[in-house]
């Protein structure tokens, strides 16, 4: 690792300059074999974001808010994996494990960044469903174009904010050590490594995490309890089960998004060891983002209808 001494009144002050990633250390011997199947994830996860993005910008049958929404977060979603997964790579195969310490305040900007935004995407997403299955008749007005506009540009705000704020505290830090202990510049491992109490970012870390996951599962949550609660007085029962069709995608990914950002981020910090934590971060960071095209593509009829129309194929 690389560092400057720089003297400074009290005595000397090491300015690091550059941090060396100690993530999957613990798995050398398997470094190729998860080389290899983080690459054919991060290939499938661009690829089903890309076709999904394209499906709904091309496809006029899909120029609804909610798929506007699913593109927005497809978009999100492929931007957060570029931040970290092709690193992740070439660290594994020992190409690249250092990074400069302008180089992780970056990726840790955009990682914070788009991951918010993708909470709050998902929140917005469930105010669509809301709205259609709750007030059907006043959706059109309700969710107009200016409205998930707006819906869009707050989410993207939310993240824009919060990232300032939290990598500005952490690299206001004085740092001490160089080897991150994780796979990319997540907050906390890039904390662990100042030479001072992080008390102090320790409790704005809670604190911002609870605003950015909390207050968007509990909004999420009181969606759904309207929302199951308008199904369960629909007379028939093919109106049921098409209502909560519409709904099923959504909260599948919901599901899997806040509970693995709950779990890493709201825990106890020493409540699991590194390895736990790792895995915890590969699948909101690998898993989760693939998670979506699969997802939206596999169990929503409009999009398998859509492609099928894009591919030539006659609707079955």
């Known amino acids: 690792f690389r560092f400057c001494e720089h003297s400074m009144e009290g005595g000397n002050h090491t300015l690091i300059i550059?941090?060396?990633?100690?993530?999957?250390?613990?798995?050398?011997?398997?470094?190729?074999?998860?080389?290899?199947?983080?690459?054919?994830?991060?290939?499938?996860?661009?690829?089903?974001?890309?076709?999904?993005?394209?499906?709904?910008?091309?496809?006029?049958?899909?120029?609804?808010?909610?798929?506007?929404?699913?593109?927005?977060?497809?978009?999100?979603?492929?931007?957060?994996?570029?931040?970290?997964?092709?690193?992740?790579?070439?660290?594994?195969?020992?190409?690249?494990?250092?990074?400069?310490?302008?180089?992780?305040?970056?990726?840790?900007?955009?990682?914070?960044?788009f991951g918010i935004t993708n909470c709050f995407l998902l929140t917005a997403m469930g105010y669509d469903r809301y709205v259609a299955i709750c007030n059907p008749l006043r959706y059109s007005v309700i969710m107009n174009k200016r409205e998930c506009v707006q819906l869009v540009g707050g989410a993207c705000s939310i993240g824009l904010i919060v990232a300032m704020t939290q990598v500005t505290s952490v690299f206001r830090l004085p740092f001490c050590a160089t080897k991150v202990a994780h796979f990319f510049c997540d907050i906390r491992p890039v904390m662990k490594l100042s030479c001072i109490d992080t008390s102090v970012n320790e409790i704005l870390t809670v604190i911002i995490s609870v605003l950015v996951l909390v207050v968007p599962m509990g909004l999420v949550f009181i969606s759904y309890v309207l929302i199951i609660s308008t199904i369960l007085r629909i007379p028939s029962a093919q109106g049921r089960k098409k209502a909560f069709a519409t709904c099923a995608s959504h909260l599948t990914v919901v599901i899997v998004h806040y509970g693995c950002a709950s779990i890493a981020y709201l825990k106890p910090k020493s409540e699991n060891t590194r390895d736990q934590d790792q895995l915890i971060s590969v699948t909101y960071t690998v898993i989760t983002p693939l998670l979506n095209p699969v997802v939206y593509s596999l169990r929503n009829k409009e999009v398998k209808d859509a492609l099928l129309r894009a591919t030539g194929r006659k609707l079955p």
Do not use: K, W
């Not at 890309?50 to 978009?75: A, E, G, K, Q």
């Open 18 to 113: 550059e941090f060396v990633f100690q993530g999957f250390s613990s798995f050398r011997e398997h470094q190729l074999t998860l080389f290899v199947v983080f690459l054919a994830l991060y290939i499938l996860t661009l690829a089903g974001n890309v076709v999904i993005v394209t499906i709904i910008r091309t496809d006029r049958h899909l120029h609804t808010p909610m798929y506007f929404f699913l593109s927005m977060l497809s978009s999100s979603e492929t931007v957060y994996t570029l931040v970290i997964l092709p690193r992740m790579l070439s660290s594994l195969v020992g190409m690249n494990q250092s990074i400069s310490r302008a180089g992780c305040a970056t990726q840790m900007f955009f990682f914070v960044t």
